[in-house]
């Protein structure tokens, strides 16, 4: 997967140069559905991206946010999952909270992953079985295992849409960073203890991070020892997603199974005693 790294970090520094020619400057913003804004920079990024990438390997699939779907790439053993700006929303506000975000998916299992953050000079990279790195140091996720010992990397709207109520008690610590993909990067290099979604996310989102995330020593997991599959039919991943190493993991999943049947209890009006 040497050569599959070496594009894969050449398209996500070309695609962030443009992505920085735009940042907090002058761009076009469009809506293409409900809080689903699109800029100018994400397409052309996307569009980069796309050549470099399919410069190298023509007979590959794709899958990209802001590339029209093709079935195509259901009969591909290798296809690209792409978001050539994960985080638009932060990008549109001026904060350096966003991330290129490339990887290459074999028979539906993450190989190669890349997140760049072009605003923080952030490069993480990872090709199955060889580690992960950021800016070409080794990073490993935390070891910590206690959830009342815990920082957890959380979203902002879903902290003030009560998403996160019954669990953040749990924890020692909150931090809002506003891209998934960006969190998972920067959970896989240490900064949090813990990633939590409770929120659907599509698989450009959050395949990159994943690979590096998990060559960095954690997982993610929608249950218990369950990663996640790629280059599915439908590319929306259900709502519960939780990161970090596979122990501490396990604890707020099962302490969120138990928070969601207490809470169906109570709606039944079944004692939970």
């Given at each position: 997967?040497r050569?599959?790294l070496?594009?894969?970090i050449?398209?996500?520094k070309?695609?962030?140069?443009?992505?920085m020619?735009y940042?907090?400057?002058?761009?076009?913003v469009?809506?293409?559905?409900r809080n689903?804004?699109?800029?100018?920079?994400?397409?052309?990024?996307?569009?980069?991206?796309r050549?470099?990438i399919?410069?190298?390997?023509?007979?590959?699939?794709?899958l990209?946010e802001?590339?029209?779907d093709?079935?195509?790439?259901?009969a591909?053993?290798?296809?690209?999952?792409?978001?050539?700006?994960?985080?638009?929303e932060?990008?549109i506000e001026?904060?350096p909270?966003?991330a290129?975000?490339?990887?290459l998916?074999?028979?539906g299992?993450?190989v190669?992953?890349?997140l760049h953050?072009?605003?923080t000079?952030?490069l993480?990279?990872?090709?199955?079985?060889?580690?992960?790195f950021c800016?070409?140091k080794p990073?490993?996720?935390s070891t910590?295992?206690a959830l009342?010992?815990?920082s957890?990397?959380?979203?902002?709207?879903e902290?003030?849409r009560g998403?996160?109520?019954?669990?953040?008690?749990?924890v020692?610590?909150?931090?809002y960073?506003?891209?998934v993909?960006?969190?998972l990067g920067r959970?896989a290099a240490?900064?949090?203890d813990?990633?939590?979604?409770l929120?659907?996310?599509?698989?450009?989102?959050?395949?990159?991070?994943?690979l590096i995330?998990r060559e960095?020593?954690?997982v993610?997991?929608a249950?218990?020892n369950?990663?996640i599959?790629?280059n599915?039919?439908?590319v929306k991943?259900?709502a519960?997603?939780?990161?970090?190493n596979s122990?501490i993991?396990?604890?707020?999943?099962e302490?969120?199974n138990?928070?969601v049947?207490?809470?169906?209890?109570?709606r039944?009006g079944v004692?939970s005693?």
């Amino acid at each position: 997967m040497r050569k599959e790294l070496e594009i894969a970090i050449q398209a996500a520094k070309e695609a962030g140069d443009i992505v920085m020619q735009y940042y907090q400057g002058s761009y076009t913003v469009r809506d293409k559905s409900r809080n689903n804004p699109v800029t100018t920079a994400d397409l052309e990024a996307d569009h980069t991206i796309r050549e470099v990438i399919r410069g190298a390997f023509p007979d590959d699939g794709w899958l990209s946010e802001e590339t029209q779907d093709s079935p195509d790439r259901f009969a591909k053993s290798r296809v690209w999952v792409v978001d050539p700006i994960d985080g638009t929303e932060e990008f549109i506000e001026g904060k350096p909270e966003f991330a290129v975000s490339i990887a290459l998916v074999i028979d539906g299992v993450p190989v190669v992953g890349v997140l760049h953050n072009p605003a923080t000079g952030e490069l993480f990279y990872a090709a199955s079985g060889n580690g992960a790195f950021c800016n070409d140091k080794p990073i490993r996720c935390s070891t910590q295992q206690a959830l009342e010992n815990a920082s957890m990397l959380v979203s902002q709207t879903e902290h003030r849409r009560g998403l996160l109520t019954g669990l953040i008690p749990l924890v020692a610590e909150i931090r809002y960073i506003g891209s998934v993909a960006y969190k998972l990067g920067r959970l896989a290099a240490g900064t949090g203890d813990l990633y939590i979604t409770l929120t659907p996310k599509n698989e450009w989102d959050i395949c990159a991070g994943d690979l590096i995330l998990r060559e960095a020593g954690g997982v993610l997991w929608a249950r218990v020892n369950q990663p996640i599959v790629y280059n599915k039919a439908i590319v929306k991943q259900p709502a519960g997603m939780f990161a970090g190493n596979s122990t501490i993991v396990q604890h707020i999943i099962e302490a969120y199974n138990c928070s969601v049947r207490h809470a169906t209890e109570n709606r039944n009006g079944v004692s939970s005693v």
